[in-house]
């Protein structure tokens, strides 16, 4: 929720029309609830497992159909690359980076888990370069959205995101050490 909402908080600040940005920032206050009702829900491993899958599966999807776009002109559904902001599926609407940005946190998240398995070969280039070329797509579809909402997000979603790891493993051991674990 922070992800999306806080950017957007930003962006209302130098926005053109500052009025309806605000009013469409508050609008998106409604859900912060349902993310609570999500964490408290994702506890369940087999259901987070379950959500990743998804939204790996999604966000492919739009990498996919982002990169078909800019190769051919078009999308899967045959909607057109056109005034140089990339659209993807969500033609007209300007919806592809923001919710790209939105899965950023997830998507290296998974990259991150799956290139820390084993190299298997001999070569630098390996499972572990493979899982972050995954990724290497995702910045570069938000930026040809042209969209500043989008970039902000995805520029707070990394930075949120690196700062979370960071602060989980410096503390973990002491919260383990104060909780006597």
């Not at 993310?35 to 899958?53: E, K």
């Not at 999807?61 to 690359?81: E, H, K, M, R, W």
């Not at 909402?149 to 949120?160: D, I, K, L």
Request: aromatic fraction near 14%.
């Amino acid at each position: 929720f922070a992800c999306l909402w806080l950017p957007m908080v930003f962006a209302s600040i130098d926005a053109y029309d500052a009025g309806r940005s605000i009013e469409k920032t508050l609008l998106y206050l409604r859900f912060g609830l349902s993310t609570v009702v999500l964490v408290y829900v994702l506890r369940d491993a087999r259901l987070l497992a379950a959500l990743r899958a998804v939204v790996m599966l999604f966000a492919g999807l739009l990498i996919a159909d982002s990169c078909l776009q800019i190769v051919t002109g078009n999308n899967i559904l045959g909607f057109p690359y056109t005034s140089g902001q990339l659209r993807g599926v969500f033609y007209p609407k300007y919806r592809l980076g923001v919710i790209l940005a939105i899965f950023t946190p997830l998507i290296l998240d998974e990259v991150i888990q799956r290139s820390r398995g084993e190299q298997t070969s001999g070569h630098w280039f390996g499972p572990k370069v493979a899982w972050w070329l995954v990724f290497l797509p995702v910045p570069l579809i938000i930026a040809l959205t042209l969209h500043r909402n989008s970039w902000m997000m995805f520029g707070f979603a990394c930075a949120a995101y690196v700062l979370f790891r960071f602060l989980e493993h410096r503390w973990r051991p002491r919260v383990g050490v104060w909780l006597g674990m």
